[in-house]
């Protein structure tokens, strides 16, 4: 398929084609602005609201902050979700896709886990992960976060039928192959990517050599104490 080629072309280190079949397609964005409405179209058309596609379909973006970090799209796209303005900050909605944002053994649901919004009270959020229900009040409530849109680094271990992954020149920082790799290979059916040529050469030219600094190594030789 076009996800599976050019999951390889990007593991060598090559630039990655859209494809005949449309399974990989690549929108080249002007700006970033060009991007976000790129992507807010593409929710639109998908019909990322119903009900069938909001667990089928994920926008990714590798940071929080920016016209296209996941903040900001979260809070776009729960607007076009439920067909009018938000105002006061985040709160959630009956309807809304939320991800679980630790692990919590004490309720059965871990960082990463998707469930989606059935009831809200003045006190509580009531969700729904894969049939189960969970209910958060109060600081609980800040254990949950929209989840539309996701950072690839939260997506890691998850698929989809189909994901919009935005990667541009404004998240250069967070450029690199093993986080385009990530992203793109998160799509079982279809990946559409909002970038640029100069973003996606960066980014696939780029292995993440940085180095993890820990007292693992001292522990384990007893030359540390804990």
Same mark, same amino acid.
């Given at each position: 398929?076009?996800?599976?080629?050019?999951?390889?072309? *990007?593991?060598?280190?090559?630039?990655?084609?859209?494809?005949?079949?449309?399974?990989?397609?690549?929108?080249?964005?002007?700006?970033?602005? /060009?991007?976000?409405?790129?992507?807010?179209?593409?929710?639109?058309?998908?019909?990322?609201?119903?009900?069938?596609?909001?667990?089928?379909?994920?926008?990714?973006?590798?940071?929080?902050?920016?016209?296209?970090?996941?903040?900001?799209?979260?809070?776009?796209?729960?607007?076009?979700?439920?067909?009018?303005?938000?105002?006061?900050?985040?709160?959630?909605?009956?309807?809304?896709?939320?991800?679980?944002?630790?692990? /919590?053994?004490?309720?059965?649901?871990?960082?990463?886990?998707?469930? *989606?919004?059935?009831?809200?009270?003045?006190?509580?959020?009531?969700?729904?992960?894969?049939?189960?229900?969970?209910?958060?009040?109060?600081?609980?409530?800040?254990?949950?976060?929209?989840?539309?849109?996701?950072?690839?680094?939260?997506?890691?271990?998850?698929?989809?039928?189909?994901?919009?992954?935005?990667?541009?020149?404004?998240?250069?920082?967070?450029?690199?192959?093993?986080?385009?790799?990530?992203?793109?290979?998160?799509?079982?059916?279809?990946?559409?990517?909002?970038?640029?040529?100069?973003?996606?050469?960066?980014?696939?030219?780029?292995?993440?050599?940085?180095?993890?600094?820990?007292?693992?190594?001292?522990?384990?030789?007893?030359?540390?104490?804990?």
């Amino acid at each position: 398929s076009g996800i599976i080629d050019n999951a390889a072309r *990007i593991r060598e280190g090559e630039l990655c084609y859209p494809d005949e079949e449309g399974e990989f397609s690549i929108y080249y964005a002007s700006s970033e602005m /060009d991007a976000f409405g790129a992507v807010m179209n593409l929710c639109r058309h998908l019909d990322y609201g119903s009900e069938k596609k909001k667990m089928s379909m994920q926008v990714l973006s590798p940071m929080y902050r920016g016209t296209c970090g996941v903040d900001h799209l979260n809070h776009a796209i729960q607007e076009l979700v439920h067909g009018h303005p938000l105002e006061g900050g985040a709160h959630f909605l009956p309807g809304d896709k939320v991800m679980q944002k630790r692990n /919590d053994y004490e309720k059965g649901v871990y960082n990463g886990d998707l469930g *989606i919004v059935w009831a809200v009270d003045k006190n509580k959020i009531f969700v729904r992960f894969d049939g189960r229900e969970v209910v958060y009040e109060g600081e609980d409530r800040n254990s949950i976060q929209l989840a539309y849109a996701a950072t690839v680094h939260k997506s890691q271990g998850s698929e989809y039928d189909t994901v919009i992954l935005v990667l541009l020149p404004t998240q250069s920082i967070m450029l690199k192959r093993n986080l385009i790799y990530t992203g793109v290979t998160r799509a079982r059916k279809r990946t559409i990517l909002i970038s640029t040529e100069d973003a996606i050469a960066r980014a696939v030219s780029r292995q993440d050599t940085a180095s993890r600094y820990s007292l693992f190594l001292p522990l384990l030789k007893g030359e540390a104490k804990e």
